[in-house]
């Protein structure tokens, strides 16, 4: 859907740009700790193994990454990181929901709820959004290659889309299935250059520009806040959303 891919578009700018500041470790660091509880081998724990593509990706030092393996596998330094959803309203009635991972409950509720009231939402509770969102497997492959060749081996291994955005193709799998789709380009010599679990919405809520960028305003403040992961809406940008820079 349009809006989807805007504001996806939007985040992998924004991703970019956190990149060279270096801000995108911390994040990344907190989600190597946060899958390594699952096991600190990435052949056994896919989770890991995309954080530890995000890592790479990024050019974190590998005594980094095993310091955040170990910690979370409890093999280090222990540590007391909680996965965190937050849902609810943010203008427009769209919806928003919030992946945090924190030292802190308190805190992290405390500032995400901030920012619902300080751009015109509110915090709703457990459920009150997140039945309109599904978790699906995302992965961006470099347009090198033909889009026939990625859409035979993505569908062969148990994709269910492939969607052609200017930058590159995204192919869509559950959850379950990212991990064989994955497996099946590298044993075909494709190269990813991006993959994660996200969550998409089933329906989406039409913007028009003005408040496209009232949506934007409160979604740019949540990534900011510290224990942020993700940020995901239901809101569907226009195709001639213009992002004010």
Known sequence: MAGHSKWANIKHRKARQDASRGKVWTKVIREITVAAKGGPDPDDNPRLRLALDKANAANMPKDNIKRAIEKGSGTGETGSLEEIVLEGYGPGGVAIMVEAMSDNRNRTVSDVRHAFSKFGGNLGTDGSVSYLFNKIGIIHVAKAYSEEEILDIALEAGADDLVDEEEYFEIITSSSNLSSVLESLKQNNIEN????????????????????????KIMDFMDELDDVQEVHTNAEFPENFEVKE
């Open 193 to 216: 250059t991006n993959a994660e679990l996200t969550l998409r919405a089933e329906t989406s809520v039409a913007l028009d520009q003005e408040m496209s960028e009232k949506v934007l």
